[in-house]
């Protein structure tokens, strides 16, 4: 077990690359990230589908296909160690007590002919080392705490005895039985009502609030990033192309792609009928990127450079906000060439 | 909407008392109780509501998959429950239905160009010429190039441009209702806003009427004219969408409202957060169906059932305590 000497942040991901290896061809899915997260803070990673944020957090926890299809290059230190170099034993040790994840869809990441004592006591006695007793008591304990009434009960149903939104807290209750230091949470709500989206998402401060938990939320929705991260990356095409603070990000996106995502989802304050500024196109095709920036064919902003030259993460006036683009929006709202390249 | 139309004062679907009875476990249940709901033609009515109240039997009644148990439905000026298979064929040209899966409610094993053209075949249409023409220009309209399309097959396309040949299938017809059933909940935000103006075009270029059914608040103020908002099977308020969006009346309304995450909200629970959950229609709450979630509940919530009541002219709200002055 790693000391809790080690100072710093408490995940740092150096220049890490995913590749899926298709009959097709390389799917580039991570494309050389880099991040790091805060004890006790909120990274929120936002995307559309195929931008790679979830084979970031699957590859991060190291649950993608070994049957050599998989390809990787890059670091995760976690607590000083870096996760790629360990093996399957030591990483099993990790995954799940130090590092928890909960899934989008909690009907298929529960056993469905399990009962719910089960599945939740199976993580205690297993990785804790509990007694079958102690585990019940604190398996109760677990489903109150995230908020299900009757927990004595509850441990024995099954699954599929449960709405949506509480099968969602006992996967949470499961995530968080063995303390982890991160919980990586991919997209635990879009399965879910909105008034129980709202629940789940105070919940998951809540625990995270008292057992000082980091967390990468993962999401499409940019309203929820606004109201429950500290920081944010927006991911595009598998690569990084905005990070900074989510304060920073909503109020003074410099990516003409965050803007336009912004822009793009209907929001409560427009009248009725209002024209969407919808992106036009797909995102790229993983296998066969453009040359240049990956988001050049749907932006208003395009100019020749963006074809040819692909831009790297970089800074100007605030060195905490990164973006990587030619021509970024700036802090008036015009554009301003850089001459960096 | 349209105003020629305004005068002639028969709307385009008339749903009267409608109730959906359904058998689970030996128990019967209503999915939903009592409608009352009427679209004008060239409007769009939207329904909101968490998942299973009723939202999406509501939209299946009007097309009469499975007819209602009791109730009436009147599509322009006919009443069309009690209609034999027979009977209904020809009607159900007049409505279309999309739903919120793009992928799965297309046949994968089938071409683009067979898919779009089966509501024609269906229809009796048999000339060669004269499919081909309609399946291009209905491709057009959706914007996909039909010469790339036609040939290909649904695995071919992005959850977005199936949903571009799922609204190309229900308007080959030339319908005057359709119903979307939730048609861009499987969609990416950004993909979302293209299918959504490409409503708001075929609504102008067809002169469609759309009952829109989302769990979207957002989604739904941006293409409705008017709002009703369903709870465990009942309609619980009734309004134009800016009027809802800017005063609801309902608790329900109002906490739907404010648990929707906006871009710079800061954090955690408003104070009109809903808690708790949908309970289940097998056994409702007495009185008023909310009461239980309802942060201003009070004595005669348990005993009485609040009736849908006209508060303000065209704002309709079934509680005992609305939240704006009557």
């Known amino acids: 077990m790693a000391p809790s000497i080690v100072t710093g942040p408490l995940l740092q991901v150096k220049d890490l690359y995913t590749q899926f290896d298709t009959p097709k061809g390389i799917a580039r899915a991570v494309d050389g990230v880099s991040f790091s997260l805060e004890r006790g803070k909120t990274l929120g990673i936002v995307g559309e589908s195929g931008s790679g944020k979830s084979v970031l957090s699957r590859t991060i926890i190291d649950i993608l296909a070994k049957d050599g299809s998989v390809l990787y290059d890059g670091e995760i230190i976690f607590e000083g160690r870096d996760l790629r170099a360990l093996n399957e034993r030591e990483m099993r040790e990790i995954r799940g007590r130090e590092i928890a994840m909960v899934f989008q869809d909690p009907m298929s990441s529960l056993n469905p002919v399990k009962k719910i004592g089960k599945q939740i006591t199976e993580v205690l006695t297993k990785r804790m080392g509990m007694s079958s007793h102690l585990a019940k008591v604190r398996a109760a304990e677990l489903i109150n705490s995230v908020g299900i009434p009757d927990a004595e009960q509850q441990l024995g149903r099954y699954p599929m005895h449960l709405s949506g939104g509480m099968r969602q807290r006992i996967a949470i209750a499961i995530a968080i039985a063995c303390e982890p230091k991160l919980l990586i949470a991919d997209e635990p709500t879009t399965a879910l009502d909105v008034t129980i989206q709202a629940q789940i998402l105070d919940l998951l401060k809540e625990l995270q609030n008292k057992h000082d938990m980091s967390v990468m939320l993962i999401t499409h929705n940019l309203g929820i990033v606004s109201g429950y991260t500290d920081d944010v990356a927006v991911m595009y095409a598998g690569k990084i192309v905005e990070k900074c603070s989510t304060d920073e990000l909503i109020s003074n996106p410099i990516m003409p792609y965050t803007e336009a995502l912004m822009n793009s989802a209907p929001s409560l304050a427009d009248a009725p009928h209002t024209r969407l500024q919808a992106i036009p196109g797909l995102p790229p095709n993983l296998l066969n990127l453009p040359e240049g920036c990956s988001f050049q064919s749907r932006c208003n902003y395009k100019e020749e450079k963006c074809s040819s030259y692909a831009p790297d993460l970089t800074t100007i006036k605030n060195p905490d906000h990164k973006f990587a683009c030619w021509y970024p929006l700036n802090f008036s709202g015009t554009r301003e060439p850089l001459n960096n390249a | ?326």
């Open chain 2, 1 to 326: 909407m349209p105003d020629d139309q305004m005068l002639n004062s028969e709307p385009l679907l008339e749903v009267n008392g409608v109730t959906v009875e359904y058998n689970m476990q030996g128990a019967r249940f209503d999915a939903i109780s009592d409608i009352n709901l009427s679209i004008e033609k060239g409007e769009t009515l939207g329904l909101v509501g968490e998942s299973g109240c009723g939202k999406s039997t509501m939209g299946r009644a009007i097309i009469q998959l499975p007819s209602p148990t009791f109730g009436s439905v009147k599509f322009l000026g006919k009443e069309i429950t009690g209609l034999s298979h027979n009977e209904m064929r020809p009607i159900r040209k007049s409505m279309q239905i999309i739903f919120q899966d793009p992928i799965s409610s297309l046949n994968p094993r089938r071409r683009v160009r067979n898919i779009v053209a089966e509501p024609l075949v269906i229809s009796g249409i048999k000339k060669k010429d004269e499919i081909d023409h309609k399946v291009r220009e209905a491709l057009n309209a959706v914007g996909m190039d039909p010469d790339i399309a036609m040939d290909r097959r649904p695995h071919e396309f992005s959850g977005g441009q199936c949903q571009r040949i799922c609204i190309a299938r229900a308007l080959i017809l030339e319908p005057d209702l359709v119903i979307c059933d939730e048609p861009v909940s499987a969609l990416d935000v950004s993909v979302q806003a293209q299918i959504l103006n490409l409503l708001e075009d075929m609504k102008e270029r067809y002169g469609l009427t759309l009952l829109f059914i989302s769990h979207d608040l957002a989604v739904v103020k941006n293409v409705s004219d008017r709002v009703a908002v369903m709870y465990l099977g009942k309609v619980c308020e009734l309004a134009q969408s800016e009027q809802l969006y800017k005063a609801p009346a309902h608790p329900y309304t109002a906490g739907l409202i404010a648990t929707i995450p906006e871009v710079g909200d800061k954090g955690a629970t408003k104070s009109l957060a809903l808690k708790g959950e949908i309970p289940s229609p097998l056994n409702p709450p007495s009185g008023c169906r909310f009461r239980n979630r309802c942060p201003i509940a009070q004595d005669k919530c348990t005993t009485d059932e609040p009736i849908l009541n006209e508060i303000v002219s065209g704002h309709q709200v079934a509680c005992h305590f609305p939240l704006i002055e009557q």
